[in-house]
């Protein structure tokens, strides 16, 4: 497995695989590699003749005094993970490698980043679509693999791609968790131990929202209130959001209908921490 830190290497591999005529997959992460990222990068093994995995944290979807800086970084243990896993390429660039003076050209999307996230976090989807868009020109995958985890994001890359005629598949992959219910994220390295604990008020309540579905609930926000009123029990827990949205175009809907995305983000101490669950 090799590491690349410029576009030029990339390129250069890539271009000798296509002349083989192999297929490509793409697994873009900011590192910190877990067993949620090790699905993906499975899952592109087994479809394509390449897999090539990114590691960049992208300055640019990061906000003003959000965890750029201290976002974990640990490229020794992510490439040994990658390499068990049969990678073939990690593409680590600097920032100055993606950004060269005078950067001014960006991916805005409407609609889809307005909703959820994009609310709090309102330069986020432009930072990812962008380097997103820069990334898949780069690697030129045949498939792009992307975590329900992040479902808005998975929503908002799938419209891209379309929109913009990108000659790629997306492929949305299911949320691994631990053991106790805790979607893996390397953002749950922030939390101590107390914090920890009062994370799983997250997934008991997507776990609370699906078993109201399974029993025949359909009026949304008595889902989406329910779910908050769990959440709020927990005194370390503070809502950012808890909303149902049309799964295609995460505008919110009052009524259970398919597909329906019910996404939370919620702060446990200063970690936000999002989790979700999809009918569809
Ligand atoms: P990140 O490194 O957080 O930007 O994530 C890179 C990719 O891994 C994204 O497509 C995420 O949705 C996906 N991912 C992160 N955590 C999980 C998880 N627990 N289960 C499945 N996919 C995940």
Redesign the pocket.
């Known amino acids: 497995m090799q590491i690349a830190t410029t576009i030029n290497e990339v390129r250069a591999n890539v271009k000798a695989w296509k002349k083989e005529g192999l297929s490509v997959g793409f697994?873009?992460?900011?590192?910190?590699?877990?067993?949620?990222?090790g699905?993906?990068i499975s899952r592109a093994r087994a479809e394509n003749d390449k897999v090539v995995v990114s590691i960049f944290v992208n300055p640019m979807q990061f906000g003003p005094g959000e965890d750029l800086e201290s976002y974990p970084r640990d490229l020794d243990k992510d490439s040994a993970y990658c390499e068990s896993l049969g990678a073939d390429l990690i593409f680590h660039p600097e920032p100055e490698e993606m950004y060269t003076d005078g950067f001014c050209s960006y991916v805005d999307m409407s609609v889809l980043t307005e909703e959820l996230c994009g609310l709090s976090r309102p330069v986020h989807f432009r930072g990812v679509c962008t380097v997103v868009n820069k990334l898949f020109n780069i690697v030129q995958p045949d498939r792009a693999?992307?975590?329900?985890?992040?479902a808005q994001?998975?929503a908002i890359i799938k419209r891209m791609v379309q929109d913009l005629n990108m000659d790629l598949e997306i492929i949305g992959?299911?949320?691994?968790?631990e053991e106790d219910g805790l979607?893996?994220?390397?953002r749950n390295t922030y939390l101590s131990a107390e914090e920890r604990q009062a994370a799983l008020v997250l997934s008991k309540a997507v776990k609370l929202g699906q078993e109201l579905v399974a029993a025949g609930e359909t009026n949304a926000k008595k889902i989406v209130s329910e779910m908050s009123a769990l959440i709020e029990k927990e005194p370390l827990a503070r809502i950012d959001y808890v909303k149902a949205v049309d799964g295609l175009t995460m505008q919110q809907i009052e009524s259970v209908k398919e597909p329906m995305l019910v996404a939370l983000a919620v702060y446990i101490g200063k970690t936000r921490l999002i989790d979700n669950f999809m009918i569809s």
């Open positions: 697994v873009p992460t900011m590192g910190y590699l877990h067993e949620g990222h699905s993906l693999y992307f975590g329900q985890k992040d994001q998975l992959c299911p949320i691994v968790r979607a893996k994220s390397s």
